[in-house]
């Protein structure tokens, strides 16, 4: 038994389905607000629970709430929970975002329950992931397309991932050419030691371009636990969350 589900037998799925009502509660209020706040309507944010290390469990709580969107960031894990899902709640028309980065080889098993790649940051990573989800609708394991995000690097950091600025054109027009990729737009995380509120801006921007290229490419996901009101305030469609939501996480991550 992990931490996590030491924790959740414990308190039982009652006070767990109380908790999580609760902390979803307080960050609808807090995008609402940041909405508000930028003459946004609350409607056009979206939110991503992140649950990675938390169990199935949780997850179908979530989905309890209303909630449909998840997001892992190992592939190993992911698949496993999206399976524990469809069994705990096999009515549930789930979404699985995988939002870390991405070694190439884990593109093929990623096909097989994965809709969405918020990641992705590299040519041969677009290459990877088309002729992944070719194979995979190939042999029936799946029919749709895959939404993919461009991960976008403001310091062009390498350890966090994400493609450079001055990459992104040229990376959106590589998905937008895939038959079995979807280009939604963009994602970013906000480096350390840099003003988020100068990152998102900066994002926004990138974001713009790309939607000026690719019209139906809308998305913006930006914004976490710690700086959602921020990316709220510089066009964020969609916020990925997870401390602010679960908990804090027990253990390592990313
Ligand atoms: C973990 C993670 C999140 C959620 O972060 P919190 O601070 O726990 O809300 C969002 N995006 C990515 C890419 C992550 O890895």
Redo the contacts with the bound molecule.
Sequence with gaps: MTAHEEEHDRTGPDARRDELAEALAEVRARVADAARAADRDPAEVDLLA?T?TWPAADVALLTDLGLTAF?E?KEQEGAAKAAELATLRPDVPARWHV??RLQRNKARSLARWAHAV??VDSARLVDALESAVAKAVDTGERTDPLAVLLQVSVDADPDRGGAPVDEVPALADRVAGCAHLHLGGV?T?APQGVAPEEAFATVWEVAAGVRAAHPHATTLSAG???DLEAAVAHGSTVV??????LGR?WLP??
């Design positions: 992140v990675k997001g960031n939002v870390g918020d990641s994602m995380v976490m636990s710690g990925r969350v997870g401390t602010a939501l996480r991550s990313v």
